[in-house]
């Protein structure tokens, strides 16, 4: 009986003419093509939800300078059109004015749609833009930015303060 199954189960490869005509060597094509693709498919799913295209763990990146007085949360993949957050951490003197100047040319892919605490004295500084924070007590300052992806492509951005503090990194805005 297992012969039989055997026999039936090799006849169904086999091309035929009658009643349809079918080339099983091009299906079979066809069939590993499609295995392919479903694999590709699902792997491009992993990828999003790990944050490929936006936030996520793929994305979402920690840096701080070797001084330790900057430090910046961002995401480095974006999405033409939507808001991520940045948060600049400044360190300095408990109750001192601590500047930071945000360089580089993200501002040509990146719109800012809100900056919270609002700074002290904000100036421009070239192709960027300065920043005046009161540092608290313990002599921390944070700035949270809001994001417009507005670009393609990827964009340097570069924070600085002006005790030579500088934290350097690329963003990369998807269409």
Known sequence: MTDEYDQDDQDDHRSREFPVREDMAFQHKVWR??????????????????GLFSRGPLS???????????????????????TNPMIIRLKGAPGAVLEVELGGDWLEGFDVQSVQPQP?????????MKIWLQADGEGQANLHLSLLGEGLGTYQTRIA????AVVTFNQFIFP
């Open 33 to 50: 093509f499609e295995r392919v693709g479903w694999y590709v498919l699902v792997l491009l799913v992993i990828l999003t939800l790990l």
């Open 60 to 82: 979402s990146r920690e840096m701080h300078s070797a001084d330790g007085s900057i430090g910046v949360e961002y995401e480095k993949f974006h999405r033409n059109g939507s």
């Open 120 to 128: 002290m004295r904000s100036a421009a500084a070239g192709p960027g």
């Open 161 to 164: 303060t002006s005790h030579g």
